[in-house]
Nanobody, 128 residues
Framework: QVQLVESGGGLVQAGGSLRLSCAAS????????MGWFRQAPGKEREFVAA????????SYANSVKDRFAISRDNAKATVYLQMNRRKPEATAVYYC?????????????????????WGQGTQVTVSS
């Protein structure tokens, strides 16, 4: 499995930008798709974005499409989530996750069951 540590969370005003990072340890990072999920207070955890192992394919939840961007740097074993034009309802704990399968090329990036390693989460609070 891959060990994951998120960072970059904090307080941001509505409309502002924030970039989250997720540093991975383990030799298989570059062969695994990565995802970002979030859990708002009192709600279920939900999919935000995902990126293929090679970085050439991305997937986004409709609620964040055109405002968020996921990217990865395999040399640094890090995945990023750039969040622009934040909305107050985006306040949540953000988690990164590593795909359970290597070289996965399917289309089920939004399913939690695809991932078997999770970070501890980083809190993002958007003030109105």
């Amino acid at each position: 499995q891959v060990q994951l540590v998120e960072s970059g969370g904090g307080l941001v005003q509505a409309g502002g930008s924030l970039r989250l990072s997720c540093a991975a340890s383990g030799r298989s990072f570059s062969s695994r798709a990565m995802g970002w999920f979030r859990q708002a207070p009192g709600k279920e955890r939900e999919f935000v974005a995902a990126i293929s192992w090679g970085g050439d394919s991305t997937s986004y939840a409709n609620s964040v499409k055109d405002r968020f961007a996921i990217s990865r740097d395999n040399a640094k074993a890090t995945v990023y989530l750039q969040m622009n034009r934040r909305k107050p309802e985006a306040t949540a704990v953000y988690y990164c996750a590593s795909c359970a399968l290597t070289y996965y090329s399917g289309s089920y990036y939004d399913r939690e069951s695809l991932y078997n390693s999770w970070g501890q989460g980083t809190q993002v609070t958007v003030s109105s």
